[in-house]
């Protein structure tokens, strides 16, 4: 039993907020089928997401993986950036 690796949902999502101390907001999308009238619809999700070393900028494309509560609203950390956001 201790040895029982427990599977952690993971989400990719964009980098919305950047604003505070090791934390960021990101954004994921879904599309969902609506119940009725079978039309398919954009739905969005907004997480605050643990960022520890404060790599993450505005406009990236990260990965996050769920954990374990680490204030009343963060609930996930970031995992990798897949895609850096275009500097200008």
């Not at 999502?13 to 090791?22: F, L, N, P, Q, R």
Request: charged share 40%.
């Amino acid at each position: 039993m201790e040895n029982e690796k427990t599977v952690r949902r993971s989400r990719v999502g964009k980098v919305i907020a950047d604003s505070t101390e090791k934390t960021v907001k990101i954004e994921v999308e879904g599309i969902v089928q609506h119940p009725r009238y079978k039309k398919y619809i954009k739905r969005h999700t907004r997480f605050l997401v643990h960022d520890p070393e404060e790599i993450c900028k505005i406009d990236d494309i990260v990965r996050v993986e769920e954990c374990r509560p680490i204030s009343k609203t963060k609930k996930w950390i970031v995992r990798e950036i897949v895609k850096a956001a275009q500097s200008n």
